[in-house]
């Protein structure tokens, strides 16, 4: 009888970890979905592509995950503050006032550095003409 509580507490507690390692994944997923497109512009001397500017917030602690984007990507840190960690390099913080960018294939997390506070950012793309938001950013793998 021992065991089998011991087996069936196990089991719980292992649950609740994966869980809570899941709901992390998928909430940081639904952050690189999140924003507001505010302006769309084609690019006349690239015909097939836009210019797409996208207003990103980031709720307390909040983060992107990992993830890369197929182009260009600028970005200016509007309100509050947040810690860019690119692969290969060391995080850095970057406070409202300040910008950053990144290139095709980099995989990059861009998190909230404040756990009380919101960050919100300008994003500026230059993606294929009609791509969706969810398709500026892409989980890294």
């Known amino acids: 009888m021992k065991r089998i509580n011991f087996l069936v507490g196990v089991t719980v507690v292992l649950g609740v970890v994966l869980w809570l390692l899941a709901s ?8 690189l979905k999140g ?4 302006q769309r512009t084609e690019l006349k001397a ?5 210019a797409i500017l996208v207003m ?3 709720a307390p602690g909040a983060e992107s995950g990992k993830h890369t984007q197929s182009g260009n990507e600028i970005v200016y ?3 509050g503050s947040v810690t860019l960690e690119v692969q290969g390099n ?3 913080t970057l406070k409202a006032g300040e910008a950053f960018t990144t290139v095709a294939g980099e995989v990059h997390n861009v998190k909230n550095a404040s756990t009380s506070e919101p ?23």
């Not at 992390?24 to 952050?31: C, I």
């Not at 003409?129 to 989980?139: I, S, T």
Request: proline share 10%.
């Open 24 to 31: 992390r994944t998928l909430s940081a997923q639904d952050n």
């Open 35 to 38: 924003g507001t497109v505010l």
């Open 46 to 50: 690239a015909p097939g592509w836009e």
């Open 56 to 58: 990103r917030p980031l």
């Open 77 to 79: 840190i509007q309100e």
């Open 90 to 92: 060391p995080p850095a």
């Open 119 to 141: 960050a919100k950012a300008l994003a500026f793309y230059v993606a294929k003409k009609g791509a969706r938001l969810e398709d500026l950013a892409v989980p890294a793998k």
